[in-house]
């Protein structure tokens, strides 16, 4: 999968709607480990707006649009993971699928949720939906309380032996639950965590083609974030980016969510101050947000930032790093929901900081002690 | 084979102190090896084959302990874990120190005799009396003391977790004819401390691919659910486990490769605990990577238990996974 761009998107055509793609992406499956029909859809999607695609040893998928600027050029890396959390069948009994969580599913959510089966011995992909016993097939212990993984079954409505022979332990399980477009340009469905943040990179990418920038860009959907983040990691190692930005989503206010740890939904990305972000560029992200009138949050995020940047920020020598963020609501649910207005800002602030990078910009980061 | 499990297994070596297993395992191996030698970790690295793909084969050496912390007037030894050891394991106990010494456990007086003892309300009874006498030092480390059993199809020891690895590792270097890739055996440090020598060696030879031989559990006593891992039905390949997935190219090599040698096999969804390949898969720009698990019962318990046929199956296995060409 490499190979020069086909062609650039026409200065005079509108830019491209965003949601459609989204939506493709928010359809599509991709747990960790298992990425490959998400990569091969963003492939189709990046291929005309940059100028070579590969894959990484273990599946990252790692776009490169060339700059402008005096050779060498420095390069960016934005790391937006492309995985999705989902689950995993751990054994069959009569016919139902018990099940563990590949990244982190709160199980109080699961029962009466629609799944994909990604079926290996017979190469199906089988509608599910997740089932809870009733009370009295359960230990009292749990009862009428939050029943935990271990208890809960796929029901495929297929009979005991056709499921043995067609599903087998270690096989996939995607969820299926449909996005939809609600009401004040907000879009709720599974896995907006992070594909909203793949599509703030192809709002950027789209952008680009109308900029000139003199450094290289490094567009990449990681794989593994949420168990591992072992495509950040491995990425940034084998590109050696001079600076590196993750994009990934951050818990918005929502019910029982409204402090002040939180921040709005639909008033602008975020920009991530803490030790895992080097304060030089979120200060010159925050600068030109405000030089633009675009609407951004501060956001304080003291340890480990939850996110591809904390691989990036200690890969191979060390690579100055920054985090934006979503707001969200819903975190690791099938409905989680985010802000359309909040892509579209994100991808132009990251389109307007990238072509301002200027050669020596990576000269300039320095600590000021 | 039973033989050599017996001196892996009797063998005491705890994460950080490999010496004594390295040499054992290093005396077997120089015969075979096409390069041997020890990095800065104390990774025993053995090279068989050159030219063609560069696979890493990972077996962790060390095993879990404990390692002295104190030693009070009376002589008692107080100490802290050295890996995943749990305190039931160790109500009277038997170790042995890294000197030889033996040692039993007991703890401080418990409110109920059914209660288990924190490590804090633990010691060691060496035999001294004082701590002048105490031929223990602070910073000595102990591990299980446990026999080598033979129970016919079922064997039985301490640290099968991870010798059976070794074993196997030692069996398919021994049971290679020709191959068309530089393999390397690395017979790991520190694995049960954070998989850190894997980590570092991975980092050193840079493989195109590999694997790790590794214990996994097991759902085939009373009691335990939904995990489809039992003794005797073949060696497991690793889909997940706590720390890591699998790579779906490095599963389908195994799985197919497998069912062409007509080989019995597991798969496997461990949900807690990871191995070496964890720390290999993420290494510089990422390697692709699986996992060929023992099935063992009683993990990190003095009486690990394994399946003789498992054992030959996973050689196996190995075996017929290097002897021949690897497209992923």
Same mark, same amino acid.
């Given at each position: 999968m490499s190979g020069p761009g086909a062609f650039s998107l026409p200065f005079f055509l509108p830019m491209p709607e965003i949601t459609p793609f989204l939506k493709s992406l928010l359809s599509t499956s991709g747990i960790s480990a298992y990425e490959t029909p998400a990569a091969q859809l963003i492939e189709t999607r990046w291929r005309p707006v940059v100028d070579e695609i590969s894959l990484s040893r273990i599946g990252s998928l790692q776009a490169l649009k060339r700059g402008s600027g005096p050779q060498p050029h420095p390069a960016i890396m934005i790391a937006t993971h492309m995985d999705a959390i989902g689950m995993m069948v751990t054994s069959i009994a009569d016919g139902f699928l018990h099940f563990t969580q590949v990244g982190g599913i709160d199980p109080r959510i699961l029962p009466g949720t629609p799944v994909i089966v990604h079926a290996s011995a017979s190469g199906e992909e089988l509608p599910g939906v997740i089932v809870i016993p009733p009370a009295r097939g359960l230990p009292a212990s749990v009862?009428?309380? %939050? %029943?935990?993984?271990?208890?809960l079954l796929i029901d495929t409505g297929l009979l005991p032996a056709e499921v043995s022979a067609k599903v087998r332990t270690g096989d996939p399980i995607s969820f299926a639950t449909q996005p939809v477009e609600l009401a004040g340009e907000v879009i709720s469905g599974h896995t907006l965590d992070n594909r909203a943040s793949v599509a703030v990179l192809t709002v950027a990418l789209d952008e680009l083609q109308k900029k000139s920038h003199a450094w290289d860009i490094w567009a990449v959907a990681t794989v593994q974030e949420e168990v591992t983040l072992g495509g950040a990691f491995t990425s940034a190692y084998g590109l050696r980016p001079q600076i590196a930005i993750a994009i990934d989503v951050t818990f918005a206010k929502g019910p029982g969510a409204s402090d002040w740890q939180t921040m709005p939904l639909g008033k602008g990305p975020t920009l991530t101050m803490g030790p895992n972000m080097h304060p030089y560029i979120y200060n010159a992200l925050k600068e030109l947000a405000e030089k633009l009138e675009i609407p951004y949050q501060p956001e304080i995020t003291p340890r480990h930032s939850g996110t591809d940047g904390y691989a990036t920020q200690v890969a191979a020598d060390g690579i100055p790093t920054m985090v934006i963020g979503i707001p969200l609501r819903y975190m690791h649910t099938p409905v989680e929901i985010v802000a359309l207005k909040d892509i579209q800002r994100a991808g132009r602030l990251l389109a307007e900081f990238i072509s301002r990078l200027e050669p020596d910009f990576v000269e300039k980061i320095v600590w000021e002690d | 084979m039973k033989q050599l499990l017996k001196k892996l297994t009797e063998t005491f070596s705890p994460s950080g102190y490999e010496s004594a297993i390295r040499d054992v395992i290093r005396a077997e191996v120089t015969p075979l090896a096409d390069e041997i030698r020890v990095d800065a970790l104390g990774n025993l690295i053995i090279r068989k084959g050159q030219g063609g793909k560069k696979i890493m084969i990972a077996a962790h050496m060390d095993e879990i302990g404990l390692i002295a912390s104190h030693i009070d007037e009376h002589g008692f030894v107080r100490f802290t874990t050295v890996g995943g050891v749990y305190p039931q394991m160790l109500m009277g106990a038997r170790v042995r120190f890294h000197s030889g010494l033996p040692g039993v456990i007991y703890n401080e007086p418990l409110e109920k005799p059914t209660d288990t003892p924190a490590i804090e309300k633990m010691f060691i009874d060496v035999g001294a009396t004082s701590r002048k006498d105490c031929p223990i030092k602070v910073g000595e480390v102990a591990a299980f003391e446990r026999p080598f059993l033979d129970l016919g199809d079922r064997l039985v020891a301490k640290s099968m977790d991870d010798r059976i690895g070794c074993l196997v590792a030692i069996e398919t270097l021994r049971a290679l004819k020709s191959t068309p890739h530089e393999i390397y055996f690395v017979f790991t440090t520190q694995e049960e401390v954070g998989t850190r020598g894997a980590e570092t060696s991975a980092f050193g030879l840079d493989p195109d691919l590999g694997f790790s031989l590794d214990v996994t559990g097991w759902g085939d006593t009373p009691g335990r659910k939904h995990f489809d891992i039992a003794l005797g039905k073949g060696p497991a390949i690793k889909i997940k486990d706590g720390g890591m997935l699998a790579d779906p190219r490095i599963i389908h090599w195994m799985v197919t490769t497998a069912e062409k040698a007509r080989l019995p096999y597991q798969r496997e969804v461990l949900l807690g605990g990871t191995t070496d390949a964890r720390a290999m898969q993420l290494v510089r720009a990422g390697v692709p990577v699986g996992c060929i698990s023992i099935p063992c019962r009683y993990v990190h318990s003095p009486s690990e238990m394994v399946d003789y046929n498992d054992v030959q199956n996973a050689v196996k296995l190995a075996t017929a996974l290097l002897s021949n060409p690897v497209e992923l």
């Open positions: 009862g009428d309380g %939050v %029943v935990g993984l271990e208890y | -």
